[in-house]
């Protein structure tokens, strides 16, 4: 059994992974320096290989990914038939849920044109604000980030809406909860809008300008899951028209965001370089490695493992 890690770990979690599935030997490699020749010897890896160099991975049967999404990997072909692919959805909530509430509030309260100023030294009331209490929130994408920060949210007092892929039964921190096809109904009708949706054809350019402009004069976006749910450029041309208080922006499309690209240019957006749910958090690193230590026993005992991903979808499969 060669198992190859390259998630990136410190010395210490190395030796508790290893630790966890006695007898086993791990190969721990640098993602940047891995060979071609430790794929291709390879039953399962550990980490998000780059899916261009997959094609030397003739000899995988498992593919544990540090990411919740999965979309890259899902492509017809892209692994060897029969491969499983797991991810680590159920790691990501609670940190990404905190940037969320944290950047709503941020916006809610002009906290970043308050920043910008004193870094101008500028002495300037940036004008009225709303509280978020009693606010209607519109979650679209109630998986593991959705679930936390809706929860979360409605514990500030918030009406909250979700919006699923499936249908299922409503959690108490919900108010209203309906399917995708009433989406442009909904958008009407909430102060903040969050997305938190993994990469798929039915999300790709789910918030056009038609749905932006859909949305209150005074509301607020925030976008942690996939770049390519807003398009950039209806984007900037509703915020070039005055519509929306704010967005906040943890993914974008392109990515990186080139220096040239105009959105940066509005004080009314708050981007960050897609770190909300990295490993600045240890928290979440330690989440990863739960779910990953936990797959690693499974696999090598030749249990079912957790976190399977369905490749048509690119969703945690249910």
Request: hydrophobic share 40%; charged share 25%.
């Amino acid at each position: 059994m060669n198992i190859l890690v390259i998630m990136p770990m410190e010395p210490g979690d190395r030796a508790r992974l290893a630790a966890a599935v006695p007898g086993t030997e791990l190969t721990f490699v640098g993602m940047k320096k891995v060979t071609d020749q430790q794929i291709a010897r390879a039953d399962a890896i550990i980490g998000n290989l780059p899916p261009e160099r997959l094609k030397h991975a003739v000899n995988l049967n498992w593919l544990q990914l540090s990411s919740s999404g999965a979309d890259k990997y899902c492509a017809p072909g892209l692994l060897p038939a029969g491969t499983v692919l797991t991810n680590a959805t159920g790691a990501y909530g609670p940190a990404i849920s905190e940037y969320m509430i944290g950047v709503v509030f941020a916006l809610a309260y002009n906290l970043h044109k308050y920043r910008d100023n004193q870094k101008n030294r500028l002495w300037r009331d940036e004008g009225p604000v709303r509280p978020i209490a009693d606010s209607t929130v519109l979650v679209v994408g109630l998986g593991d980030i959705g679930r936390a920060f809706a929860s979360r949210i409605k514990a500030m007092g918030c009406h909250v809406i979700g919006v699923k892929r499936t249908p299922s039964e409503k959690p108490d921190y919900v108010d209203e909860l309906y399917l995708m096809d009433s989406l442009d109904t909904l958008l009407k009708r909430a102060d903040v809008v969050t997305l938190s949706l993994p990469r798929a054809p039915e999300t790709d350019g789910l918030m056009d300008e038609a749905r932006l402009l859909a949305m209150k004069k005074d509301a607020i976006l925030v976008n942690v899951g996939r770049g390519s749910a807003v398009r950039t450029e209806d984007l900037c041309r509703v915020l070039a028209s005055g519509h929306l208080k704010g967005c906040a922006l943890d993914v974008t499309d392109p990515e990186p965001l080139p220096p040239e690209h105009p959105l940066w240019a509005f004080d009314r957006v708050m981007i960050t370089p897609h770190i909300s749910g990295g490993n600045n958090v240890r928290e979440t690193v330690e989440r990863v490695q739960a779910v990953v230590t936990r797959n690693l026993r499974a696999y090598v005992s030749g249990k079912p493992l957790e976190n399977l991903v369905d490749f048509h979808t690119g969703y945690k499969a249910h």
